[in-house]
């Protein structure tokens, strides 16, 4: 059983940054792949970025290159560097996590005011 809780959710205005953190509970959290997704009112949930077990990276097409994902297994902890906002960023952001089963977090909430 995996636990996630995000914190660093906020409203900012284009161009700013912000850096969401994920805390995990439970063990075996190195062999997890961990990432996050985000959704938007009225949209599906979307990939925004995963960092497998190994440490090999995958982002959405509209965040690379302005997002940065990582890791720091010995202290169950995930992180989401977002630099150059935009409006169409906001959404509530969820930390997830997979092994044989996915865990979800809760979600934190990114606005980006234009």
């Known amino acids: 059983q995996v636990q996630l809780v995000e914190s660093g959710g906020g409203l900012v205005q284009a161009g700013e940054s912000l850096r969401l953190s994920c805390a995990a509970s439970g063990s075996m959290f190195s062999y997890f792949d961990v990432g996050w997704f985000r959704q938007a009112p009225g949209k599906q949930r979307e990939l925004v970025a995963i960092?497998?077990?190994?440490?090999?990276?995958n982002y959405g097409d509209s965040v690379r290159g302005r997002f940065t994902i990582s890791r720091t297994n010995a202290k169950k902890m995930v992180y989401l560097q977002m630099n150059g906002l935009k409006p169409e960023d906001t959404g509530v952001y969820y930390c997830?996590?997979?092994?044989?089963?996915?865990?979800w977090g809760q979600g934190t909430q990114v606005t980006v005011s234009s």
């Open positions: 997830y996590a997979k092994l044989n089963l996915a865990y």
């Open positions: 960092i497998s077990r190994a440490g090999s990276t």
